[in-house]
Nanobody, 117 residues
Framework: QVQLVESGGGLVQPGGSLRLSCAASGIAFGIYVMGWYRQAPGKQRELVALITSGGITTYRDSVKGRFTISRDNANNTMYLQMNRVKPEDTAVYYC???????????WGQGTQVTVSS
C-alpha cells in the first residue's frame, strides 16, 4: 500500500521559515519524480516545486529563491524548506509522487501552512 505522509505544517509569521517533510512508503521512491503542490481556499491546486530522481529541480516563479526542494532517497523522504514566507504562501501543501507513463500519481493527505502575523 502506497502512503505519502506530509508533516511540518503550521502557523508561521511573514518572513519566517518552515520545513515540510513527505515520508513515502510502498513505492520505489528513488525512481519517482517527487513534487510539492499547494491549494489555497477557492483556488486550484498548483505546482510549487518538483525534483527528479536525479535531483533536478523546478520551481514556480513566485517561490524561486525562497523555497528549496530536496530528497533523501536512502530514507524515502522529500523536503520543502520554506524561507521568507509570505501571506500568499498560505495553503494546504500536498506531496506528490509521479512516474511518468506508469499510471496515476500518488498524493498525500496534505498539511496546512498558514502565514500570518
Amino acid at each position: 500500500q502506497v502512503q505519502l505522509v506530509e508533516s511540518g505544517g503550521g502557523l508561521v509569521q511573514p518572513g519566517g521559515s518552515l520545513r515540510l517533510s513527505c515520508a513515502a512508503s510502498g513505492i520505489a521512491f528513488g525512481i519517482y519524480v517527487m513534487g510539492w503542490y499547494r491549494q489555497a481556499p477557492g483556488k486550484q491546486r498548483e505546482l510549487v516545486a518538483l525534483i527528479t530522481s536525479g535531483g533536478i529541480t523546478t520551481y514556480r516563479d513566485s517561490v524561486k529563491g525562497r523555497f528549496t526542494i530536496s530528497r533523501d532517497n536512502a530514507n524515502n523522504t522529500m523536503y520543502l524548506q520554506m524561507n521568507r514566507v509570505k501571506p500568499e504562501d498560505t495553503a494546504v501543501y500536498y506531496c506528490n509522487a509521479n512516474r511518468p507513463g506508469w499510471g496515476n500519481p500518488y498524493w498525500g493527505q496534505g498539511t496546512q501552512v498558514t502565514v500570518s502575523s
